[in-house]
């Protein structure tokens, strides 16, 4: 089954309001990656979290891993229209011989 | 940049029919994936390699196969088709870098099993 859970499926917002997905996972991971696919399009790489604890921040995107390494979250301080897209975190597990897992997305529609 | 080349945007194939889906990138790239995306479940992996003639299971092998007779190639099989894997295929390669390494995907491949 799914070995990392991501919410919500869906958020719609209006352009100007903020938005969050959040990412878990039941065991430690040694990374998690995030990717933005634009509708039409295919996953590309945003950035990539390490550290526990770590915060990065790319503009108006703000990304955290969990002092446990299980969870992340992306959060993106006033939307904007060119925000749409669906938003995926990654993990790599410890044992996994570094592939990839990914959480189902989060869809984000941006009202003007 | 680097690209990462599908051979197919669309296909249509009938039930049972043998399918082969084509990935070439052009960075040399020692890690090549494939991933199937459908909707509510994300990506999930199907195959991979890290190495000319070397492959291993993802976590939804069953149903295909894969070759990578050549660094920059990497095809996916469908021995016999089903409507089941009506899907977008994405195709994917990363450098080695000790396990830090990020992820340059295709443009998908959209197979319609009918």
């Not at chain 1, 229209?81 to 989060?106: E, H, M």
């Amino acid at each position: 089954g799914q070995q990392v859970m991501q919410i919500p499926q869906y958020q719609h917002v209006q352009e100007g309001e903020d938005f969050t997905t959040y990412c878990n996972s039941s065991t430690t991971l040694s990374n998690i990656q995030w990717y933005k696919q634009r509708p039409g399009g295919h996953p590309v790489f945003l950035i990539q979290l390490v550290k526990s604890g770590e915060v990065k921040k790319q503009k108006r995107l703000t990304f955290q891993f969990g002092e446990a390494k299980k969870n992340s979250s992306l959060h993106i301080t006033a939307t904007q229209t060119t925000d749409v897209g669906t938003y995926f975190c990654a993990g790599r597990r410890y044992n996994q011989g570094g592939k990839l897992i990914f959480g189902q997305g989060t869809e984000l529609s941006v009202k003007p | 940049d680097v690209k990462v080349t599908q051979s197919s945007r669309y296909l249509v194939k009938r039930t049972g029919e043998k399918v082969f889906l084509e990935c070439v990138q052009d960075m040399d790239h020692e890690n090549m994936f494939w991933y199937r995306q459908d909707p509510g479940l994300g990506l999930r992996l199907i195959y991979f390699s890290y190495d000319v003639k070397m492959k291993e299971k993802g976590d939804i092998p069953e149903g295909y196969s894969v070759s990578r007779e050549k660094k920059e190639r990497f095809s996916l099989i469908l021995e016999s088709a089903s409507t089941n894997q009506t899907s977008m295929y994405l195709c994917a390669s990363s450098a080695r870098q000790g396990g830090n390494e990020k992820l340059f995907f295709g443009s998908g491949t959209q197979l319609s099993v009918l």
